[in-house]
T-cell receptor, first 109, second 118 residues
Framework: GQNIDQPTEMTATEGAIVQINCTYQ??????LFWYQQHAGEAPTFLSY??LDGLEEKGRFSSFLSRSKGYSYLLLKELQMKDSASYLC??????????WGAGTKLIIKP | DVKVTQSSRYLVKRTGEKVFLECVQD?????MFWYRQDPGLGLRLIYF???????EKGDIPEGYSVSREKKERFSLILESASTNQTSMYLC?????????????????FGDGTRLSIL
């Protein structure tokens, strides 16, 4: 079966750095997305990785290793507004999007 | 900015009712999607549409149908609502990329409809 694993919940401190991991077992791979979802709001697109390596976008970076079936989202200089759920989603060989359950990130002052 | 608007934020219906959830996008996107989101589970695709009057079943289409008569509007219909359809329903839209591939394009979501079936 197809599976995306993310930690259910993480806690970090304002101003610190946090890494949210995502491992996947899918039938093929055609890309990986990260989305942010604040409570009661729409998921919003953060990043897309299709090649191995690190993509940096301001305070957020996303890393992909296709050989390991692994990605992480790195958030730097954490702010209270970064408290949200972070969703990992993988496009499989049939171009279907498989979603993880999301990681709830709690930022403490 | 893309705007995806869902008609209701909260909806309460009774078992056996026919329920309509409406979604409108304002960016001329070809593709539209309906998901449900339940605690502890990833988003699950119910139906999607890649063109007007076209529809494809997702992972959990049973008990649902859809309608796309106009490009900007995608409706989800619960034919006879049941309590196990109580959930958060999310609509999304996306463009089609080069070569006709929509899977590498980000999806833009509405704020969701929290539906309770009593």
């Amino acid at each position: 079966g197809q599976n995306i694993d993310q930690p259910t919940e993480m806690t970090a401190t304002e101003g610190a750095i946090v890494q949210i991991n995502c491992t996947y077992q899918t039938s093929g791979f055609n890309g990986l997305f990260w989305y942010q979802q604040h409570a009661g709001e729409a998921p919003t697109f953060l990043s897309y990785n299709v090649l191995d390596g690190l993509e940096e976008k301001g305070r957020f970076s996303s890393f992909l290793s296709r050989s390991k079936g692994y990605s992480y989202l790195l958030l730097k200089e954490l702010q209270m507004k970064d408290s949200a759920s972070y969703l990992c989603a993988v496009t499989d060989s049939n171009y279907q999007l498989i979603w993880g359950a999301g990681t709830k990130l709690i930022i403490k002052p | 900015d893309v705007k995806v608007t869902q008609s209701s934020r909260y909806l309460v219906k009774r078992t056996g009712e026919k329920v309509f959830l409406e979604c409108v996008q304002d960016m001329d996107h070809e593709n539209m999607f309906w998901y449900r989101q339940d605690p502890g589970l990833g988003l699950r695709l119910i139906y999607f549409s890649y063109d007007v009057k076209m529809k494809e079943k997702g992972d959990i289409p049973e008990g649902y149908s859809v309608s796309r008569e106009k490009k900007e509007r995608f409706s989800l219909i619960l034919e006879s609502a049941s309590t196990n359809q109580t959930s958060m329903y999310l609509c999304a839209s996306s463009v089609t990329g080069t070569g006709g591939d929509y899977s590498n394009q980000p999806q833009h979501f509405g704020d969701g409809t929290r539906l309770s079936i009593l």
